[in-house]
């Protein structure tokens, strides 16, 4: 076998991607895993071996249906997407960013988030060559409207992503402030989509979908992942057939893979046992975050989200040692300058709750 030579990657592969590091995914063997935002709940097993006999039948040798009708019509029910709307589908919201990126990604173009936020609108921006603009959140993570506003106006974004509740700090924007930049962005500051991604919308349970035909520059994004389906890989994106027709024409074409598309069917037809899931999960979102607010020193931010942000005197040492204890979460205080010291913990059953609250009282003492 002949040696790669580094001169020849290092002439062929962007400088950019050569510096970046891979999208690192910590190790969770043997661990509590609290770190990704999964539901911890899996279907009934009955509703498991009723999938299973499903999926057996479907024909593994034929390419996807183009466009996935029907898939795309039991989300528009279920979902409640407005009359006049539309969905794509993307192999997880993940992919339906890219796609908007790249659609919008002629010279010169930038996409515009609150930071700290969810770092695939940075990451897609920039492997598409489009610019970013990061607008920092108020020190309580909530929209600063007024430098939303002046950003918009300096840069004239492409994109507006704002994200409903945001990661990683679970903050439910203010409505308001949401219209007034939606509004703005309809040619009075700039002319942008505004893209609302709804990712949490289960634990949200406040979203702008019905508002979709209100506003011509609006888009609706949502994923299954955090509802319970993380592993099938969907993502849709809601809003005027119009917009969507041109974000299609970039779609991979069958990105949407047979199995995912009939768990999706089937599991959207049981969408009671998910909400009652998320539900639980809620339910349990207050506990936690009643108890982590008990200790003193801890600061816990408000969520809507299946996850909290709280801030620790000193979160590498904390995240150690919950690692020691076999709970894995995630330290975000290297994020950006206002996660100083905080750490994101997903909520999940009341078992691994009870699990990480005792394994956090004690990270606190040693
Ligand atoms: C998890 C997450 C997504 C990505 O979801 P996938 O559908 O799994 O790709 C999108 N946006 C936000 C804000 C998220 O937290």
């Not at 991979?252 to 899931?277: K, M, W």
């Not at 206002?338 to 004690?362: I, K």
Request: glycine share 6%; with cysteine; hydrophobic share 50%.
């Amino acid at each position: 076998m002949s040696a790669v030579e580094p001169s020849l990657i290092q002439r062929i592969i962007r400088d950019d991607v050569r510096a970046m590091g891979a999208y690192h995914v910590a190790d969770s063997h043997g661990m509590v895993k609290l770190d990704a935002m999964e539901n911890p709940y899996r279907l009934p097993p009955a509703l498991r071996r009723e999938l299973a006999d499903l999926l057996a039948e479907v024909a593994l040798n034929r390419y996807p249906v183009p466009s996935s009708e029907a898939l795309r019509g039991e989300l528009k029910r279920v979902m409640q997407v407005p009359a006049g709307m539309d969905v794509l589908l993307g192999n997880g919201s993940d992919e339906i960013i890219s796609m908007l990126t790249m659609a919008v990604a002629r010279a010169g173009a930038k996409v515009l988030a609150p930071v700290p936020g969810f770092v695939m609108y940075a990451m897609s921006a920039q492997f598409a060559g489009v610019g970013f603009v990061g607008v920092p959140l108020r020190a309580d993570f909530t929209l600063d409207r007024a430098a939303m506003l002046a950003a918009m106006a300096e840069h004239q974004p492409s994109i507006i992503y704002l994200a409903y509740p945001n990661n990683p700090t679970g903050t439910l924007f203010d409505a308001a402030d949401m219209e007034a930049i939606i509004h703005a962005a309809q040619g009075e500051v700039c002319h942008s989509l505004v893209v609302v991604d709804e990712a949490y919308q289960p634990f949200a349970q406040q979203s702008w979908m019905p508002r979709l035909p209100e506003f011509g520059n609006l888009l609706v994004m949502r994923t299954v992942s955090k509802l319970g389906l993380a592993g099938i890989r969907l993502g849709y994106v809601a809003g005027d057939p119009a917009w969507l027709a041109e974000i299609d024409k970039v779609r991979p074409p069958y990105n949407v893979n047979v199995l995912t598309e009939a768990t999706a069917l089937f599991a959207l037809r049981h969408v009671s046992v998910l909400d009652e899931q998320a539900a639980q999960l809620r339910e349990q979102r207050s506990r936690v975050a009643s108890a982590l607010a008990a200790h003193a020193g801890v600061t816990v931010f408000p969520s809507a989200a299946n996850f909290l942000l709280l801030r620790v005197p000193d979160a590498a040492a904390i995240f150690e040692r919950l690692l020691a204890r076999k709970v894995l979460i995630k330290n975000v205080s290297k994020m950006h300058p206002l996660l100083a010291n905080c750490l994101r913990v997903t909520v999940s059953t009341p078992e691994e709750n009870a699990q990480f609250l005792e394994a956090f009282a004690a990270s606190l003492q040693d």
